[in-house]
């Protein structure tokens, strides 16, 4: 963690007054997580059936970033409920609650890494048990060591490395490249909207709303793009 920040710094009632923050975060959730279970659902039962790896993985960027947005808004909600109402919200459930962001985020961003990469990648039996670890041996260091914008640093490097390869992969369809391209732009708002310090409030709810566009984009182009997959 940087000299002088707390978490708080990162996931703290910096939107205005505490209900309209409130209510802003609980609509970002509910569309955020409505998204992601649509694709997740759907892309799922297409890759049952069809067994594809790549659509799997995909499939599972989608669950690890539901499960991140679900509690980085409990994170976010819970001070300003604390703020408006009084309601006791325990240092240690943060703690926890920390963790689960920090290996959900990292588990989205080698989903991302094995969906764009699947077909070059022979891939182990093992390696599946060996992501989960190494995104639980992150998160552990990172919540133990407070170094959270190390861990963004990280996330970001992995998913910047699998954009460069997915920019130089001369036999992906250039629309599936857009989609990454999207999810990675997805993926930038969101660095910035857990930074709060970054921002100046004013500019939050434009980041939702860019946030939100960008990501029904990409799920608009994955229902398309895998229409035909479930028949096929």
């Not at 989903?111 to 022979?122: C, D, E, G, Q, W």
């Not at 390696?127 to 260091?141: E, N, P, T, Y």
């Not at 407070?146 to 970001?156: A, D, M």
């Not at 992995?158 to 989609?179: E, F, Q, Y």
Request: aromatic share 14%; net charge positive; hydrophobic share 55%.
């Amino acid at each position: 963690m940087m000299p002088g920040m707390s978490m708080l710094h990162y996931y703290g009632p910096h939107m205005g007054p505490p209900l309209p923050a409130i209510t802003l975060e609980l609509l970002y959730l509910l569309i955020i997580l409505g998204l992601c279970a649509y694709v997740y659902v759907r892309l799922k039962d297409i890759a049952s059936l069809s067994k594809h790896k790549g659509i799997f993985h995909f499939s599972n960027i989608f669950l690890y970033f539901g499960i991140a947005y679900l509690v980085r808004s409990v994170l976010v909600i819970m001070p300003l409920l604390r703020q408006e109402f009084l309601i006791p919200w325990p240092r240690q459930w943060m703690s926890v609650a920390m963790a689960v962001v920090f290996y959900s985020s990292t588990m989205a961003a080698f989903s991302t890494v094995l969906a764009a990469m699947y077909r070059r990648i022979k891939e182990p039996d093992w390696l599946q048990l060996a992501l989960h670890i190494v995104s639980a041996v992150l998160a552990f260091v990172a919540w133990l060591s407070r170094s959270y914008p190390l861990l963004l640093i990280i996330q970001s490097v992995i998913m910047l490395g699998a954009i460069v390869a997915i920019l130089l992969d001369t036999r992906m369809h250039s629309h599936n490249k857009v989609t990454y391209i999207l999810l990675f732009i997805f993926w930038l708002c969101n660095v910035l909207l857990t930074a709060r310090w970054l921002l100046p409030p004013s500019s939050q709810a434009l980041f939702y709303a860019l946030s939100i566009a960008v990501f029904a984009s990409v799920s608009f182009r994955v229902r398309k793009r895998y229409a035909h997959a479930k028949e096929a």
